[in-house]
């Protein structure tokens, strides 16, 4: 049986992160807050507190499972609103330097691609209809409140649209806000060191168009992912969305001009080590206009170093880790956070005081889970250009990962497995099984 932890819970911000919390969080409190400053829409268009929104969001099978666990019928509704199944392996094309492509296999699972902000309007109508949750728009937190001691945070300050401030109390707090600036502000406050940041600076651009799929569009594939090369650092994505569209984008590192009009995009598609978004898109027909995006690196705050952090305060997400979007894993990891959070609850839940110290025990617990994304983010350092400290075994690293990537390709077995941990369903821990891992280090040492 579910006990209760508190009357009132607040989230900040109606993103993935908040949205996932915000349900996590009504099996637990009498009545949840989420405090939105953006107007949230009726329909699945962006909005202005998530631009990223209008570039091509992934959701990998590890990220939909681990929201099925809040929202049951998502996947069932995602689809009836128009997201498409692909099947991973045997639908989608992987172009990657060695492999153009990577062999073919039905890798056993799906994902369901479609805009984010379709995704978004999806969960966000789940967390409508539960009862004790609601849903305040256009409400700007300006500040966490804390304690007279210091050692909690009590609730928080916000404008409304009318430039009314509140404040409002709550037994809990979590801050899915994305850039993290009401922790850190509450951290100074009160007096409590900032969590150290690890940041991978790669200057990345992106340029995201939607062409209409054409009649003559190729049947062996759905989806098409190009990896860059470490020469070029170009890449790209293609991926069937809701309405008979691809959404595509094109990328580039290190500062790289990205293409502003449908021309450019299609010439800078061309660059790619191969066609195959090229002959795709050449023909279509464009739809809207290109969006540009810049993203100057990957960040992970320690916050698990940190020695003493407010009690009844959870930041989560964004706030806590930032990827490379171009490996598609922001928002599976958000909602994996949320499931960490879950099974803390529950394991307190005879406590005498559950909320007491549960940041910190979350701040450990979500290791396990940032470890094989933030691992897949560390590779940018192929790049000569990447800023930041490059891991002292980072030569090892990917000596071991190409050889694994060959084993992969070779191996039906080992292709799965490691689809599987770059979709978040498995930890990074299933590649180092012992067979794998020798299979590996024999290619290897043939090559040396
Ligand atoms: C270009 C780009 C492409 C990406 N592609 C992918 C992808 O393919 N797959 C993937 O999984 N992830 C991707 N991501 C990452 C993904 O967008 C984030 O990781 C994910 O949205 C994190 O969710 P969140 O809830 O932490 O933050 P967000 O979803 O950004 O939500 C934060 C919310 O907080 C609100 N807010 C902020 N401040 C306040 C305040 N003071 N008061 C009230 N509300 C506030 C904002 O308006 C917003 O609604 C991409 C990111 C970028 C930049």
């Given at each position: 049986?579910?006990?209760?932890?508190?009357?009132?819970?607040?989230?900040v911000?109606?993103?993935?992160?908040?949205?996932?919390?915000?349900?996590?969080?009504?099996?637990?409190?009498?009545?949840?807050t989420?405090?939105?400053?953006?107007?949230?829409?009726?329909?699945?268009?962006?909005?202005?507190?998530?631009?990223q929104?209008?570039?091509?969001?992934?959701?990998l099978?590890?990220?939909?499972?681990?929201?099925?666990?809040?929202?049951?019928?998502?996947?069932?509704?995602?689809?009836?609103?128009?997201?498409?199944?692909?099947?991973?392996?045997?639908?989608?094309?992987?172009?990657?330097?060695?492999?153009?492509?990577?062999?073919?296999?039905?890798?056993?699972?799906?994902?369901?691609?479609?805009?984010?902000?379709?995704?978004?309007?999806?969960?966000?109508?789940?967390v409508?209809?539960?009862?004790?949750?609601?849903?305040?728009?256009?409400?700007?937190?300006?500040?966490?409140?804390?304690?007279?001691?210091?050692?909690?945070?009590?609730?928080?300050?916000?404008?409304?649209?009318?430039?009314?401030?509140?404040?409002?109390?709550?037994?809990?707090?979590?801050?899915?806000?994305?850039?993290?600036?009401?922790?850190?502000e509450?951290?100074?406050?009160?007096?409590?060191?900032?969590?150290?940041?690890?940041?991978?600076g790669?200057?990345?651009?992106?340029?995201?168009?939607?062409?209409?799929?054409?009649?003559?569009a190729?049947?062996?594939?759905?989806a098409?992912?190009?990896?860059?090369?470490?020469?070029?650092?170009?890449?790209?994505?293609?991926?069937?969305?809701?309405?008979?569209?691809?959404?595509?984008?094109?990328?580039?590192?290190?500062?790289?001009?990205?293409?502003?009009?449908?021309?450019?995009?299609?010439?800078?598609?061309?660059?790619?080590?191969?066609?195959?978004?090229?002959?795709?898109?050449?023909?279509?027909?464009?739809?809207?206009?290109?969006?540009?995006?810049?993203?100057?690196?990957s960040?992970?705050?320690?916050?698990?170093?940190?020695?003493?952090?407010?009690?009844?305060?959870?930041?989560?997400?964004?706030?806590?880790?930032?990827?490379?979007p171009?490996f598609?894993?922001?928002?599976?990891?958000?909602?994996?956070?949320?499931?960490?959070?879950?099974?803390?609850?529950?394991?307190?839940?005879?406590?005498a005081?559950?909320?007491?110290?549960?940041?910190?025990?979350?701040?450990?617990?979500?290791?396990?889970?940032?470890?094989?994304?933030?691992?897949?983010?560390?590779?940018?350092?192929?790049?000569?250009?990447?800023?930041?400290?490059?891991?002292?075994?980072?030569?090892?690293?990917?000596?071991?990962?190409?050889?694994?990537?060959?084993?992969?390709?070779?191996?039906?077995?080992?292709?799965?497995?490691?689809?599987?941990?770059?979709?978040?369903?498995?930890?990074?821990?299933?590649?180092?099984?012992?067979?794998?891992?020798?299979?590996?280090?024999a290619?290897?040492?043939?090559?040396t």
């Amino acid at each position: 049986m579910t006990s209760l932890f508190g009357r009132h819970a607040i989230v900040v911000g109606a993103g993935i992160g908040g949205l996932t919390a915000a349900k996590a969080l009504s099996s637990y409190f009498v009545n949840v807050t989420v405090l939105e400053r953006d107007a949230l829409p009726t329909a699945p268009i962006v909005r202005t507190g998530t631009p990223q929104a209008r570039q091509i969001h992934v959701l990998l099978r590890g990220g939909l499972d681990a929201l099925m666990e809040f929202f049951p019928e998502l996947e069932a509704e995602l689809e009836r609103a128009g997201a498409v199944r692909v099947r991973v392996g045997s639908e989608s094309l992987l172009e990657m330097p060695g492999f153009d492509p990577f062999p073919r296999r039905d890798l056993g699972f799906d994902y369901l691609c479609m805009t984010r902000q379709l995704m978004e309007f999806v969960a966000r109508r789940f967390v409508e209809r539960q009862s004790n949750i609601a849903l305040n728009s256009r409400c700007r937190v300006t500040q966490l409140v804390e304690s007279p001691n210091r050692n909690a945070v009590t609730g928080v300050r916000y404008d409304e649209a009318n430039g009314r401030s509140n404040e409002i109390a709550a037994d809990f707090i979590v801050d899915a806000s994305s850039r993290g600036a009401l922790t850190l502000e509450l951290l100074d406050r009160v007096g409590l060191l900032r969590p150290q940041e690890t940041e991978i600076g790669i200057d990345l651009r992106y340029a995201t168009a939607m062409f209409e799929i054409p009649p003559s569009a190729p049947c062996d594939w759905r989806a098409v992912l190009h990896r860059p090369a470490a020469q070029s650092g170009r890449g790209g994505l293609l991926v069937p969305v809701e309405n008979n569209c691809w959404q595509v984008n094109l990328t580039g590192m290190h500062g790289q001009l990205v293409p502003e009009s449908v021309g450019e995009f299609i010439a800078f598609a061309k660059t790619l080590r191969t066609q195959t978004i090229h002959d795709a898109i050449k023909d279509a027909v464009p739809i809207g206009p290109i969006h540009r995006f810049g993203f100057p690196g990957s960040i992970r705050r320690h916050f698990e170093r940190l020695d003493s952090f407010p009690d009844r305060l959870l930041p989560l997400g964004d706030v806590i880790c930032r990827f490379n979007p171009a490996f598609g894993q922001g928002m599976s990891v958000a909602a994996q956070e949320v499931g960490v959070l879950k099974r803390l609850i529950e394991a307190r839940s005879l406590d005498a005081d559950p909320l007491n110290g549960l940041a910190q025990s979350f701040f450990v617990a979500i290791q396990d889970f940032l470890a094989a994304p933030w691992t897949v983010t560390e590779s940018d350092f192929i790049f000569e250009k990447t800023r930041g400290q490059r891991p002292n075994d980072f030569h090892q690293r990917l000596k071991l990962n190409l050889a694994l990537q060959r084993v992969a390709s070779e191996d039906a077995t080992v292709h799965q497995i490691m689809s599987e941990v770059t979709h978040l369903m498995k930890r990074s821990s299933a590649l180092r099984d012992p067979q794998i891992v020798s299979r590996a280090t024999a290619l290897m040492s043939a090559s040396t």
